[in-house]
């Protein structure tokens, strides 16, 4: 039954978006994150990536002052910090650590079903923020849609608890329909085309009115995944999103929650390229299957990884 199929997909998305997800450096140092060169996991084992869990308050300020110069509002990082705090005071979560790191892409530094442990045992009410919630709570002042209300929101069943035990990310009256109609899941094309599926959610996100007010310091980046169920059932939905910040010269940061009982991170790249091979290593996993490649989108175009 497709009921039971998508469940499974579900569950699926939410192990895939369970790994640590960073910027992808090889010969980096800790201490100046964006001078790498990206190596593609196709060609290597041994990406290294900068990550930052922003447990310390040097961290924390740095990361605060490029959300406020990119224009996110006082209102909206504190939000943000709240439950980048909640995460970190928690049992298990405080024991990573602090500053900046090298990492390789392949390797996890954490057990997250242990993380997972820890977190239900301090917080058995509430799920916490993923990927999702985070990146339309930062992005909800530059985010537009005038239609909302025709959208499928099967794939957001706990996306929807989180923000009904804690919707202070929730800033407008209607943002939960917003919410939804953002990250609806579409119904697509048995096709590994990607412009195919490209072109159908540009067209769902014009008739939803789907827009981004100009903001040349930050914008919205979504990767999209094709599930299928039988070859007559396809959909397309957002197995993972963040918040990109032009640090101009510097290179960019990529700001975003990993996982419901993950923590949070920030990654630093120097270009759109070292920030695609990195998020294809990490969730273009489902080799010689039929559906398409996962596809990212800056705002609301194909991210232009020449940039």
Request: proline share 2%; hydrophobic share 35%; aromatic share 10%.
């Amino acid at each position: 039954m497709k009921i039971k199929s998508k469940i499974s997909a579900a569950i699926t998305i939410l192990l895939i978006s369970s790994f640590v997800m960073s910027g992808c450096d090889k010969g980096n140092t800790a201490d100046n994150p964006t001078s790498s060169t990206v190596t593609s996991a196709e060609t290597s084992n041994e990406i290294e990536c900068t990550v930052n869990n922003l447990i310390d308050k040097q961290s924390q300020e740095d990361v605060d002052k490029l959300l406020s110069d990119a224009g996110i509002s006082k209102e909206r990082r504190n939000v943000f910090w709240e439950h980048v705090n909640q995460v970190n005071s928690t049992e298990g979560f405080n024991s990573l650590k602090a500053g900046n790191r090298l990492q390789q892409a392949s390797k996890m530094i954490y057990d997250p079903y242990e993380l997972q442990d820890f977190w239900n045992k301090a917080h058995p009410d509430f799920v916490g923020y993923n990927c999702r919630i985070t990146a339309f709570s930062l992005m909800g002042d530059y985010i537009e849609i005038k239609n909302t209300g025709n959208y499928n929101d099967s794939d957001l069943f706990m996306d929807i608890e989180a923000l009904t035990s804690d919707p202070s990310a929730l800033q407008k009256t209607d943002d939960m329909e917003r919410f939804k109609t953002l990250y609806s899941t579409y119904d697509t094309e048995n096709s590994k085309d990607i412009n195919v599926h490209l072109a159908l959610v540009q067209e769902k996100w014009k008739q939803a009115g789907i827009s981004f007010k100009e903001n040349s310091s930050t914008s919205l980046i979504s990767m999209y995944f094709h599930n299928q169920f039988s070859e007559t059932e396809n959909e397309l939905s957002i197995g993972h999103t963040g918040v990109l910040i032009d640090m101009g010269k510097k290179g960019l940061c990529f700001v975003e929650k990993l996982a419901f009982q993950e923590p949070y991170d920030v990654v630093y790249v120097k270009n759109r390229k070292e920030l695609s091979d990195y998020l294809m290593a990490k969730y273009n996993t489902d080799y010689n299957q039929p559906t398409a490649t996962p596809f990212i989108m800056e705002n609301d175009q194909l991210m232009d990884s020449d940039k």
